[in-house]
């Protein structure tokens, strides 16, 4: 399954050249999950993959839009189907989207989805982690909503230093795959 998606990944997700990121960074190595993981085959590959990495507990998988929309949804189907067929797996409550501001009307809410009580236990999925930037923007959110969040599950760190900033929120970063499985 792994394999299969690292395959995937360097086909339609990886490229090598000279990029800026969204960072602000340039890069010689580019990688857009989005080929890969607005396919049926790919999304359910990685929300296999991603699930075995939420945190035990975890009421609900949360995530900054734009690229951690299909992860959320993905990973919180995944969950029931397991939890359904096993009853041996937690069964995630709902996926929640992070909007990057408040929308302007109605509630003026920043979170979307079916919301856990408060003092729940979340998980953030994000597809890349370069700085670790908008994964904290996405918790920093969370939490002033009431929320319990301590681990970040990414599809791929770019070990930039993203970890790094992790740790300095009290967060524990999880990656799928590094940059570095990319050059082999």
């Known amino acids: ?30 990688v857009n999950c989005k080929p890969v993981i607005l396919t049926g085959r790919g999304l359910e590959l990685v929300s296999n993959l991603m699930l075995k990495h939420i945190e035990i507990g975890s009421k609900a998988v949360a995530g900054l839009t734009l690229g951690a929309d299909p992860l959320v949804s ?32 109605g509630t003026a809410s920043q979170i979307e989805g079916p919301l856990p009580p408060e003092g729940s236990k979340v998980t953030v999925l994000e597809d890349v982690v370069t700085t670790g930037g908008s994964s904290i ?3 920093k959110v969370l939490r002033d909503a009431g929320y319990e ?33 990319f050059s082999s």
């Open 74 to 105: 993905g990973v919180a189907i995944i969950s029931h189907q397991f939890w359904r067929n096993t009853n041996d797996c937690f069964d995630i409550d709902g996926a929640l989207i992070i909007r990057k501001e408040p929308k302007g009307y």
């Open 137 to 139: 923007k996405a918790v």
């Open 149 to 181: 969040v301590n681990r970040v599950v990414t599809i791929v760190d770019r070990q930039e230093g993203g970890k790094d900033a992790m740790l300095d929120n009290g967060l524990e970063l999880r990656s799928l795959f590094t940059i570095e499985d």
């Open 1 to 30: 399954m792994k394999e299969e998606l690292l395959g995937l990944l360097k086909d339609l997700a990886y490229k090598k050249g000279e990029f800026k990121l969204s960072s602000g960074k340039t890069s010689e190595h580019y």
